[in-house]
């Protein structure tokens, strides 16, 4: 079974910056990024390939980046110039079925699930 970690959330002031990891066991062929603030539905941030190709949700395109150490299985996001709006409860997730094209933009999609680390951001 998939299984994943997630470690990394804090506060920061507007214009911070935070680096959330994400280590996982097994394979996959789709990791995302998501994040729900309260009251508010789950909203997509990134997802990567297994090839490493990543596509961005527009509010974070330039803001955010998502990189992996192979090696040891961890997949990080790096936000800079972080916001208000930018605070919310971050997952990973991970689909283990292979997908055809891109990999998909909605939660339903994926099976496996982080723990969840808040990022909160102050003005």
């Known amino acids: 079974q998939v299984q994943l970690v997630e470690s990394g959330g804090g506060s920061v002031q507007t214009g911070g910056s935070l680096i959330l990891s994400c280590t996982a066991s097994?394979?996959?062929?789709?990791m995302g990024w998501f994040r729900q603030a309260p009251g508010k539905q789950r909203e997509w941030v990134s997802s990567?390939?297994?090839?490493?190709?990543?596509t961005y949700v527009d509010s974070v395109r330039g803001r955010f980046t998502v990189s992996k150490d192979s090696a040891k299985n961890i997949l990080f996001l790096q936000m800079n110039s972080l916001t208000p709006d930018d605070t919310a409860m971050y997952y990973c997730?991970?689909?283990?079925?292979?997908?055809?094209?891109?990999?998909?933009?909605?939660?339903?999609?994926?099976?496996?699930w982080g723990q969840g680390t808040q990022v909160t951001v102050s003005s």
């Open positions: 997730a991970a689909r283990v079925r292979s997908y055809e094209g891109g990999c998909p933009r909605i939660s339903a999609a994926y099976s496996r």
């Open positions: 097994g394979s996959t062929s789709c």
């Open positions: 990567t390939r297994s090839d490493g190709s990543t």
